[in-house]
């Protein structure tokens, strides 16, 4: 056998084995087989010169309230928010905030507290605290855009995200730090309703509700600048790029045309999708991420398998029950999409309340998302899991289990075509990436 793939299981790479024979397509970042040498310096380099736009400390001035929002499932958070710190070294700022999402890893969040000057404050956005939370405007479905507190009261708010040209779990050209990530649980419901819609009609589909909601949350609180971090082969800092956000996705766009290699939709009998990256890659949302990915490679009948060092599936409590008795607005019907939103109240300051959400967390959204989908949406399929948790857990879930390289190589040298996808958390679907190459 002349052919191979590698995959890595718990920091060690294995190698998998394909013969001869056997059509290998090769999906993800190409090149890169260890982390950013030196995460701070691409990140600082980047914001004193951004694509097509100023750098960051040209549009500071002293005595500005700086925020930083970070997308959860940035690799090496840390040295990301150290870039940024250099960057505006010398804008004389009077306060530095970093704004992260309550569904931050304890990894992640351990090491920016370590890591964080005296003089940076570090702020949870924590689902469903009102108190913490402020009106910013209507949407265009006259529905209230609600963002964290320390974002609206910040003179420039610098959002950083994981570099995607699409994000399967949320559906629009891509999801960002501000949205879903710092609203009001109010639109992450209404996302997990539009979300759950589209991936149930469509596999490959463009949720153009949540690509607009993006859009007008951005523009509601007038984001100059954004920072989109790639995550590379090995789960690492990739590729940085600053930009204004129309230019940023243009940038991003061209970026995965010239260093990603695609395959062809719905072809292969096998995909193997792999959640590559140390424990802030290793999520639920990933490992549906990688799903929704594989299935777009595989064939109507093919078979996906997902490589993720998760140890948990969290819990199967509420799996069986209906989506529509989760994401419903309470007192509504399923399908209703009518606020009852006390608009003078917002302009009101708010009354401190203990945190009540009403919509699911990411995480928990993601976790009954993944068993529709395997169970039910795309039940044709056949999706098998290769993971740190207990087998019988894997397959309570509804997942075939994988427990070794020999039980991957059997599985790909019985059939004619396999796909391998590397950082399958943040790879385009096989429809987005065909219609980047053709154009």
């Known amino acids: 056998m002349s052919q191979f793939f590698d995959i890595v299981r718990d920091g060690t790479s294995v190698q998998i084995e394909v013969a001869d024979e056997v059509m290998l397509q090769r999906v993800g970042p190409h090149g890169a087989t260890a982390p950013e040498a030196n995460a701070a310096e691409s990140v600082a380099e980047a914001l004193a010169n951004p694509h097509q736009f100023l750098p960051l400390s040209d549009m500071l001035v002293p005595g500005d309230h700086l925020a930083i929002a970070l ?132 596999e490959n589909y463009h949720n153009d509700w949540a690509a ?73 949302e990933n490992l549906v991420r990688a799903a929704l990915v594989g299935r ?54 708010p009354e401190p309340v203990a945190p009540v959400a009403t919509a699911m967390s990411q995480p928990a959204f993601a976790r009954k998302l993944l068993s529709e989908l395997i169970n039910h949406i795309d039940s044709s399929r056949r999706y098998l899991l290769w993971s740190a948790c207990e087998p019988e857990v894997a397959e309570a879930f509804g997942f075939g289990v994988i427990t070794d390289t020999a039980a991957v190589s059997r599985l790909v040298n019985q059939h004619d075509q396999c796909c391998w996808i590397r950082a399958a958390q943040t790879a385009p679907d096989a429809g987005v990436l065909a219609s980047f190459t053709s154009s």
């Not at 970093?98 to 949870?124: E, F, H, Y």
């Not at 990739?238 to 072809?267: D, K, M, N, Y």
């Open 296 to 349: 777009s490679y595989a064939s109507p009948a093919g078979s996906v398998v997902l490589v993720t060092d998760l140890k948990s599936l969290g819990h199967r409590d509420g799996l069986e029950d209906s989506f529509d008795d989760d994401l419903a607005p309470q007192g509504q019907d399923a399908n209703a999409i009518e606020s009852t939103y006390d608009y003078e109240a917002d302009e009101r300051a």
């Open 212 to 284: 607009g909601q993006s859009e007008q949350v951005r523009w509601a609180l007038g984001v100059q600048l954004m920072l989109a971090v790639e995550v590379n082969a090995v789960g690492g800092v990739g590729r940085v790029i600053a930009s204004s956000p129309e230019s940023l996705r243009e940038a991003i766009r061209t970026h995965f045309t010239q260093t990603r290699g695609g395959g062809e939709q719905g072809s292969s009998d096998v995909v193997v999708a792999c959640v590559d990256g140390g424990a802030s890659q290793q999520s639920l």
């Open 71 to 202: 997308e959860t499932g940035l690799p090496d958070c840390g040295s990301i928010v150290q870039g940024v710190l250099r960057a505006v070294e010398q804008c004389e700022l009077s306060k530095v905030e970093v704004v992260v999402a309550d569904s931050l890893d304890a990894d992640s969040l351990d090491c920016l507290k370590r890591g964080l000057p005296d003089n940076v404050q570090l702020t949870i956005h924590r689902l469903g605290d009102r108190g913490s939370e402020r009106y910013l405007g209507a949407d265009e479905d006259a529905e209230p855009i609600r963002l964290n507190l320390s974002l609206v009261d910040a003179d420039f708010v610098l959002p950083i995200s994981v570099m995607r040209v699409t994000d399967p779990l949320v559906g629009g050209p891509s999801a960002d730090a501000l949205f879903p990530g710092m609203v009001d649980d109010g639109q992450l419901k209404r996302l997990q309703r539009s979300t759950l819609r589209s991936i149930e009609k469509h």
